[in-house]
């Protein structure tokens, strides 16, 4: 791709490399084409688009994220089968998109890109093949639980099942009336557990950490409501938009300071938690920290389960794994057909593997050797004409990730505007703004929920909780546009013949 201009228009045409055809990745497609802009092109590593709903194929499979609140503001879906959709709906619904804005002939699947290099004020971007191509613009849309963590137990390649991260399901592997393991009680281990149990043979939920579990009751759609919302479609935005405050009203301010938000919803998951009759299997079930200091973990149907003589709590310590199952640290061998590692992700790699080289050849991995951070969740100092989707501390815990890259993908926009209209040539923030930015939030993080004493993937190496310690509309707020005190900006042909007019 050569650089153009838009003679009609006077504009500009940026080049924009995408990295990643996941949700946030689409979505900023979408944009790019809702603005007339043509240039872009998507790169995605996995075999089809959709990214975090394409990789997870998991039973059980959902979102806890109430679907009117979990899809694109500019593609509102009618058709959503229930308040909490299955994931398979979800990736339909990305698909779908990328159809209605005809973006899979931009997309190169199955390509990874290597380094990214900023040289003579353009991006020359490197995929893992040796294909080259140049850009104005790189968005990394590259998700924040990808990297699959699988712990390195000992013995594990001896085991003589089937065996996989939940991430990384293989679907060949029978499960019925089967002696299924599960390791992990987060989201991922509790939706397994819930659709597994009851198909198994024999099933057993390896715990390390209790987990409190928020019950929320999913419910499906009615054909008359579907109906209606096609057929008034001005009726899904106000919808959208009610969901979205009682999401952001609720969890979203539990977990940032106390008030009766916090203490509704640790009520809730500590009552819900008796659901377990037993009080020595309760008890076992029951967390030391305080609710929402993980990610909180929602649904009902789970508790009950182990009421079933075939489904097991198992909170020994794993020893090692043998040929015929796990061996917990109590002596017992559990024999097993199938272990699932429901075991997380490292959540802080976030643009990496890939490497950045931005001015004076500065690196990501080595700008980011300690923790990853950023400017406002969306931009780096020295990687100009960057922009991040899901980037360090963005406001994830429970909410709305569609919402949250979509704000961070109209900053993008205003930003590449100001490239197209000539204003700009490149633009990174200054490092005394990020800074700033930076000591300010972990100012308040310690007053947060996810401080409070346990042990998350929220978690960085420096201690401190990787997210958004302010309300989500404040993300909104300062990703309003950018403050030209905090950006170093390069002027383009526009300003500068502006400046020579004026004699500066
Ligand atoms: P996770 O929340 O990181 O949970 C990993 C689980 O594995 C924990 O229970 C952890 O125990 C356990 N574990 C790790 N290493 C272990 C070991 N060596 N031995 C025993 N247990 C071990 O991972 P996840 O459940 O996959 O969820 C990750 C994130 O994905 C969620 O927090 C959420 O953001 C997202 N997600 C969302 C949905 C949704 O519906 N929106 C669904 C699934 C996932 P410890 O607690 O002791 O570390």
Redesign the pocket.
């Given at each position: 791709m050569t650089q153009t201009t838009n003679g009609g228009a006077g504009l500009r045409t940026p080049r924009v490399a995408i990295i990643g055809a996941g949700m946030s990745g689409i979505g900023m497609a979408c944009k790019l084409r809702m603005a007339g802009i043509e240039t872009f092109h998507i790169y995605e590593k996995w075999d089809d688009l959709g990214g975090t709903w394409h990789a997870?194929t998991y039973p059980g499979?959902?979102?806890?994220?109430p679907s009117r609140n979990y899809q694109y503001t500019f593609a509102p879906n009618p058709d959503w089968s229930q308040i909490?959709s299955p994931g398979p709906e979800i990736w339909a619904y990305l698909n779908r998109v990328a159809d209605d804005f005809d973006l899979k002939g931009r997309v190169s699947l199955r390509t990874e890109v290597a380094e990214a290099r900023w040289e003579d004020g353009e991006w020359k971007l490197r995929t893992k093949a040796g294909d080259e191509a140049v850009y104005d613009f790189v968005i990394t849309a590259a998700g924040g639980?990808v990297q699959t963590?699988t712990?390195d137990?000992a013995g594990l390649a001896d085991f003589e099942g089937a065996r996989f991260h939940?991430?990384e399901w293989d679907h060949s592997v029978p499960l019925e009336g089967r002696r299924i393991a599960v390791?992990?009680?987060?989201?991922?281990?509790?939706?397994i557990t819930r659709a597994l149990a009851p198909v198994a043979s024999k099933f057993e939920l390896?715990?390390?950490?209790p987990?409190w579990i928020m019950p929320l009751a999913n419910r499906r759609y009615t054909v008359v409501g579907k109906t209606l919302l096609r057929r008034f479609p001005a009726l899904n935005r106000p919808l959208a938009r009610a969901w979205q405050i009682v999401t952001e009203g609720t969890f979203g301010i539990a977990v940032i300071r106390p008030g009766w938000q916090r203490t509704l919803l640790s009520a809730m998951c500590r009552l819900h938690v008796h659901r377990v009759r037993d009080p020595e299997l309760r008890k076992r079930f029951t967390p030391t920290d305080k609710p929402m200091c993980?990610?909180l973990?929602?649904g009902t149907g789970f508790y009950g389960l182990f009421s079933r003589p075939h489904v097991h709590l198992v909170d020994s310590?794993?020893e090692r794994v043998e040929a015929k199952g796990i061996r917990t640290t109590d002596g017992v061998l559990h024999e097993l057909d199938v272990i699932v590692m429901?075991?997380?992700?490292d959540?802080h790699l976030f643009v990496r593997p890939m490497e950045l080289v931005g001015t004076d050849g500065v690196k990501l991995s080595q700008t980011w050797e300690l923790e990853p951070y950023g400017y406002r969740s969306v931009a780096l100092p020295g990687f100009p004409n960057v922009f991040m989707l899901i980037g360090p501390h963005s406001p994830?815990g429970n909410q709305s990730l569609f919402l949250i890259s979509e704000t961070q993908a109209d900053f993008a926009m205003r930003c590449i505007e100001l490239w197209r209209t000539g204003e700009v040539d490149a633009m990174s923030p200054t490092r005394e703004a990020t800074d700033r930015f930076n000591a300010e939030m972990k100012e308040v993080l310690p007053d947060t929920i996810w401080a409070s004493g346990c042990?998350?993937?929220y978690i960085g190496a420096d201690g401190t909780p990787s997210v958004w310690p302010y309300e989500a509309s404040h993300h909104r707020e300062i990703l309003q546009a950018p403050e030209p005190a905090d950006w170093d900006m390069k002027p383009g042909p526009t300003r500068s013949a502006a400046r020579e007019t004026a004699g500066v």
């Amino acid at each position: 791709m050569t650089q153009t201009t838009n003679g009609g228009a006077g504009l500009r045409t940026p080049r924009v490399a995408i990295i990643g055809a996941g949700m946030s990745g689409i979505g900023m497609a979408c944009k790019l084409r809702m603005a007339g802009i043509e240039t872009f092109h998507i790169y995605e590593k996995w075999d089809d688009l959709g990214g975090t709903w394409h990789a997870n194929t998991y039973p059980g499979l959902s979102c806890d994220v109430p679907s009117r609140n979990y899809q694109y503001t500019f593609a509102p879906n009618p058709d959503w089968s229930q308040i909490f959709s299955p994931g398979p709906e979800i990736w339909a619904y990305l698909n779908r998109v990328a159809d209605d804005f005809d973006l899979k002939g931009r997309v190169s699947l199955r390509t990874e890109v290597a380094e990214a290099r900023w040289e003579d004020g353009e991006w020359k971007l490197r995929t893992k093949a040796g294909d080259e191509a140049v850009y104005d613009f790189v968005i990394t849309a590259a998700g924040g639980l990808v990297q699959t963590k699988t712990p390195d137990l000992a013995g594990l390649a001896d085991f003589e099942g089937a065996r996989f991260h939940s991430a990384e399901w293989d679907h060949s592997v029978p499960l019925e009336g089967r002696r299924i393991a599960v390791v992990g009680t987060g989201s991922t281990g509790m939706q397994i557990t819930r659709a597994l149990a009851p198909v198994a043979s024999k099933f057993e939920l390896f715990q390390r950490t209790p987990q409190w579990i928020m019950p929320l009751a999913n419910r499906r759609y009615t054909v008359v409501g579907k109906t209606l919302l096609r057929r008034f479609p001005a009726l899904n935005r106000p919808l959208a938009r009610a969901w979205q405050i009682v999401t952001e009203g609720t969890f979203g301010i539990a977990v940032i300071r106390p008030g009766w938000q916090r203490t509704l919803l640790s009520a809730m998951c500590r009552l819900h938690v008796h659901r377990v009759r037993d009080p020595e299997l309760r008890k076992r079930f029951t967390p030391t920290d305080k609710p929402m200091c993980k990610r909180l973990v929602m649904g009902t149907g789970f508790y009950g389960l182990f009421s079933r003589p075939h489904v097991h709590l198992v909170d020994s310590p794993i020893e090692r794994v043998e040929a015929k199952g796990i061996r917990t640290t109590d002596g017992v061998l559990h024999e097993l057909d199938v272990i699932v590692m429901a075991t997380g992700f490292d959540a802080h790699l976030f643009v990496r593997p890939m490497e950045l080289v931005g001015t004076d050849g500065v690196k990501l991995s080595q700008t980011w050797e300690l923790e990853p951070y950023g400017y406002r969740s969306v931009a780096l100092p020295g990687f100009p004409n960057v922009f991040m989707l899901i980037g360090p501390h963005s406001p994830f815990g429970n909410q709305s990730l569609f919402l949250i890259s979509e704000t961070q993908a109209d900053f993008a926009m205003r930003c590449i505007e100001l490239w197209r209209t000539g204003e700009v040539d490149a633009m990174s923030p200054t490092r005394e703004a990020t800074d700033r930015f930076n000591a300010e939030m972990k100012e308040v993080l310690p007053d947060t929920i996810w401080a409070s004493g346990c042990k998350s993937w929220y978690i960085g190496a420096d201690g401190t909780p990787s997210v958004w310690p302010y309300e989500a509309s404040h993300h909104r707020e300062i990703l309003q546009a950018p403050e030209p005190a905090d950006w170093d900006m390069k002027p383009g042909p526009t300003r500068s013949a502006a400046r020579e007019t004026a004699g500066v």
